[in-house]
Structure formats: structure tokens, C-alpha cells
């Protein structure tokens, strides 16, 4: 499925940081669901700020408009407000992006196993995220940190328990 | 003969000279001494020797120091001489040609005859003492006559005589070239001047007359300084511009109903120094008129921009008419950049960009800045 841009992306005042304050809140709004969208569809969990500046989210060939990093640097900021990133390096120049926060993956998460029944069984992380049964699930796929960090908010609402096995790590659900 | 002192041999001023005689040799008491032979002067108040060989060598004693004088007549092989009987030298006397001498008195030889009539004639100053009761003063020292009148120096003592001499003469030269004497004559009728206004003004009283005023400022242009008089008093302004202003407000609301209502203030500037031709306007004075526009009820305003930018527009000239008509080009163009703008409404390109701008910050248009310029959209956010 190709990813759909939204109207703005055509918009070449969409790439240049407007100094309204109100039009630059919209605008940022507008980034902020483009990108966290755009991360979703290409299932990116990590971002890196050089690579993104040349990324088609961030450059539009066709009007010819591309973000500053400046610019891109004021639109992680309001992502990482909002939850949505976290920073790996001091630099800033790795990020994590979390399309969905660990709380939202942990509810599908436990949707997911509720809804199959399978409440008090044992799971190996590889198994979630990459077994044969959870190939249809959004959660398919899911880098292991934010899997992890997903079931931790399970845990912390007793719903999960991360447990050590041999030499990985597993989850059991309650 | 050390009552003699050195002289230039000028005669000071209410000093005459009564008689001179040439070939008079002078005797330190009885010894010929080591002047030559020389010109004898009688004067009111001196008795001068100049060597006839060397003029600069004149030696000279106030009469005053003569107590006495005798004839002596000459004989074969002998001069006629006067002798002369002298007081002693005062402390106080300056260099003369001799330091000390073991006689009190001297002997003038008249090789070349003369001695009667001298005789006579220094009886008759010696009787009169001229001396006494005519003030002399220093002759005015020239350049040349100091040159004619220097005396000889000999010796060590010679050469600082000259020394002191050169050093007051250059003394004198330099305190008459830094002579502020017609300086501060003049300055005196400007301090007047400036005192009288100054009072005037303090007192309230009486306006100051035209003239004095014209005076005063010629004085302070000639000195470097722009009219001082500030235009301003806490925004009362002066009759000047108002005056000034209530021309303005004639003047400018034909070209500006040309311009769409709006001129930045520069273009006014030059409209109106254009028209005036003579007695053109300062920056200053221009906008300081304007500033008045709106206590004088006048139809324009004086309005400044965010970027600093000043214009004059009329009143009637309603901002969000503007703006709407600018969102209204925008949008049929698509886009627009303010170079675009001007040229669409025959406005410059400074007031075109600030209109932009301003519908901008009223949030109707937004921005596109890239590398192929800046170009204002609809704000479709």
C-alpha cells in the first residue's frame, strides 16, 4: 500500500518554519502526524537526522522544498514532547521513534493475547514479534526495545511479567 | 671704567642726543685701558662710547654717576682731556667692559678735538639733570634695530648675554603670535549676545528679536554647531511645525491618493524637498512635523512599522482593507512574492513587502522561503 501524502506535503510554505505563531503551530501539528504516519507505513523505528534530511517525508523532489534541520530539529522537539521520540545520542543525531507509545503497543498487545485466550502462557519476545501467529497483528515486527518497553507498562499494571529464559528474554501474561 | 655697561646703543625713548664727538679714547684713571679709539654721545640721560672700528661694541653710564668734571688741557703730543669723577658703581649695575677698577674716575682723550663744546654741553645736562625728571622707557625692540643696536660680546660672559638675548627676543615673538587679543574681542560680543538670549528666555520676557536670532545662529554655524534650538518640547512642537505640518497635509494627499494611500516617508521626503526648491526640509524637521498630524486633526498619520519602516498615509486608509485586498492578489496568483506584489499594485517594493508581512502576522498569508526567493501563500493551515 503506498503511502498517502497529505495536502500540506504540495504546500511549499509546509517547508519553510513560519514565524506566526499560530500558522507555525498548525504547521508543526501537521509534521508531527506526517511523520510519525510516514514511520508507521515504512515501519521505521529508529530515525537518523542526516539521513532524514533526504528522506521523501522531509524532501519533496517534485515542488522542490526540502526541510532545513533546523527546521527538522524543532519538529523531533515536539515529538519527543509529545512522547513520540526519544533520542538516543547527546548529539541528537539517532532518535527512536515510537509511532505509538509503549502504552498503546501494550494494550494491543494484551488485546491481542486476551482476545486469543491466551492469558497465563508463556511467550519469548521472538515469538511476539516475529512469530507466525501475530503475522496479521500491527505489533509484527516490533523492534525488541519498544517491545520490551511495551510489556514493562503491561507489568507495571500486573497484566505481564517479564521473565528471563536461558539466554532471552520471554513475557507471561496474567 | 667699571661703571660702564654694556648697551646697544639705542637711545630709549624721551632719551635725546645732545652731542657726539668723534675720536675719544677713554682712560681708566690714568691707564689707556683696551677700548680704542671711538665716537663719544651725550645724551639727556647717558654717557656713550662706541668703537669706531666695531659698532657693535657700545658701552654706556647714566649721568648720574658723574659727580664732577674737569678740563684738562692738551699739550704737545698730548690730546685735550675732561675728567671725569665718578660715584661709585652700584651693585646692581650689569656687565659692563670692565669688572672692577682701582680708580674713581675716568678720562675721555679728544684726539679729533670737540672736548670745549662737549664740556659745555655736559655742563649744561649736568646743571638741567634731564635725567631726573624724564621718564625713558625700552625703545620697541624690532627685529632690525636689535640687529643694528647688539652689543659685542666678549667671553664667556658674552656669548650668555647673547643667549639671553636671542631666548627674550624669541619669548616675545612667540607671546605676540599667540596675541588672543582679537580673539576674545570678538568672542566678547558673542558671549554678550548669547547672555542677553539666555536671559531672555530665563525671564520670559519680550521675544527675541529676529535679528538677534539670525545673529546667534551665524555665530554657532561658523563654530560647527547644527541649530541648537530643539524643535521638540515634549511633543507640543513649535509654531514651526505646525505651520510646516498644516503644509504637509495640503501637499501630500494628492500623491498619496496616486500611491493608494500609503508613501513610505523617504519618497515623501523627496516630493516635497523637490517641490519646495529653496529652504528645503530637514529629515529631522519632516518628521517631527508629521508627528503632529494627528493633534492637528489632519487627514495623514505618521505610521512606523515593526521593521522600522516609516510611512504617511492617509486616515481614510483602512488597514484591513488592505489586507484583504492583498489576500484577495495572493490567492488569484496562487503566490506571490512582494517584487510581484509591487508590480501588480504600482506600489514599491518596500510597501509591498510590508503589507505582505502585515497580512502575514494577521495570520491570511503564510510564507515559502527557499532558495528561489520568499513568496507569500494563503494561509491554508
Not at chain 1, 482476545?115 to 501475530?134: A, H, I, P, Q, R
Not at chain 2, 674716575?105 to 655736559?122: A, N, T, V
Not at chain 2, 624724564?134 to 667671553?155: C, L, W, Y
Not at chain 2, 627676543?169 to 566678547?188: G, R, V, W
Request: charged letters at 25%.
Amino acid at each position: 500500500m503506498s503511502f498517502e501524502w497529505p495536502w500540506q506535503y504540495n504546500f511549499p510554505p509546509f517547508f519553510t518554519l513560519q514565524p506566526n505563531v499560530d500558522t507555525r503551530q498548525k504547521q508543526l501539528t501537521a509534521w508531527c502526524s506526517l511523520a510519525l504516519s510516514y514511520c508507521r507505513h515504512q515501519k521505521l523505528y529508529t530515525l537518523d537526522v542526516m539521513e532524514a534530511q533526504e528522506s521523501p517525508v522531509f524532501n519533496n523532489k517534485k515542488i522542490q522544498r526540502k526541510l532545513s534541520t533546523d527546521t527538522i530539529q524543532v519538529i523531533f522537539e515536539e515529538l519527543r514532547k509529545k512522547g513520540n521520540l526519544e533520542w538516543i545520542d547527546k548529539n541528537k543525531t539517532r532518535c527512536l521513534i515510537m509511532w505509538r507509545r509503549p502504552e498503546e503497543w501494550g494494550k494491543l498487545i494484551y488485546q491481542w493475547v486476551s482476545n486469543n485466550g491466551m492469558t497465563n502462557s508463556v511467550f519469548t519476545l521472538y515469538e511476539l514479534s516475529n512469530g507466525d501467529d501475530t503475522e496479521n497483528e500491527e505489533f509484527h515486527g516490533l523492534e525488541d526495545w519498544l517491545l520490551l518497553r511495551s510489556l514493562q507498562t503491561l507489568q507495571l499494571e500486573r497484566k505481564a511479567e517479564i521473565i528471563t529464559l536461558n539466554e532471552s528474554k520471554g513475557v507471561k501474561f496474567f | 671704567m667699571d661703571r660702564f655697561v654694556w648697551s646697544s646703543g639705542l637711545l630709549e625713548i624721551n632719551e635725546t642726543l645732545v652731542i657726539q664727538q668723534r675720536g675719544v679714547r677713554l682712560y681708566d684713571g690714568e691707564e689707556k685701558g683696551k677700548m680704542d679709539v671711538g665716537i663719544l654721545l651725550l645724551s639727556t640721560h647717558r654717557l656713550l662710547w662706541r668703537d669706531h672700528k666695531n659698532h657693535d661694541c657700545c658701552i654706556a653710564m647714566p649721568l648720574s654717576q658723574i659727580v664732577l668734571f674737569e678740563e684738562q688741557a692738551g699739550g704737545i703730543g698730548k690730546s685735550a682731556k675732561i675728567v671725569v669723577h665718578l660715584h661709585p658703581a652700584p651693585s646692581n649695575k650689569e656687565p659692563g667692559p670692565y669688572q672692577t677698577s682701582k680708580y674713581s674716575y675716568i678720562k675721555l682723550s679728544f684726539k679729533e678735538h670737540g672736548q670745549i663744546e662737549f664740556s659745555r654741553r655736559l655742563s649744561e645736562e649736568m646743571t638741567q639733570r634731564r635725567w631726573e625728571h624724564v621718564p625713558v622707557s625700552q625703545p620697541i625692540n624690532t627685529s632690525t634695530t636689535s640687529q643694528a643696536g647688539r652689543t659685542r660680546a666678549v667671553g664667556i660672559v658674552g656669548i650668555e648675554r647673547k643667549l639671553e638675548e636671542k631666548r627674550k627676543e624669541m619669548d616675545k615673538n612667540i607671546s605676540e603670535l599667540f596675541n588672543t587679543e582679537p580673539f576674545i574681542s570678538q568672542a566678547k560680543e558673542m558671549v554678550e549676545l548669547s547672555r542677553s538670549i539666555a536671559s531672555k528666555i530665563k525671564d520670559k520676557q519680550g521675544d527675541i528679536t529676529e535679528d538677534e536670532t539670525i545673529r546667534f545662529k551665524s555665530y554657532l554655524l561658523s563654530m560647527g554647531i547644527a541649530n541648537p534650538v530643539t524643535r521638540e518640547t515634549h511633543g507640543s512642537g513649535t509654531h514651526y511645525h505646525m505651520q510646516l505640518a498644516k503644509q504637509l497635509g495640503e501637499i501630500l494627499l494628492a500623491p498619496l491618493e496616486e500611491q493608494g494611500g500609503m508613501m513610505a516617508l523617504t519618497e515623501v521626503y523627496c516630493l516635497v524637498n523637490r517641490a519646495r526648491g529653496m529652504e528645503l526640509l530637514s529629515p529631522e524637521d519632516l518628521v517631527n512635523a508629521c508627528k503632529m498630524f494627528e493633534a492637528l486633526k489632519l487627514p495623514l498619520r505618521l505610521r512606523i512599522f515593526d521593521s522600522g519602516v516609516m510611512v504617511i498615509q492617509l486616515q481614510s486608509h483602512s488597514e484591513e482593507e488592505m489586507i484583504a485586498s492583498a489576500l484577495d492578489n495572493v490567492s488569484e496568483k496562487g503566490s506571490l512574492t512582494s517584487e510581484e506584489f509591487a508590480k501588480l499594485l504600482g506600489l514599491s517594493v518596500l510597501l509591498s513587502k510590508e503589507r505582505l508581512l502585515l497580512a502575514e502576522k494577521m495570520g491570511h498569508l503564510c510564507r515559502d522561503d527557499s532558495v528561489e526567493g520568499l513568496r507569500f501563500y494563503p494561509n491554508l493551515f
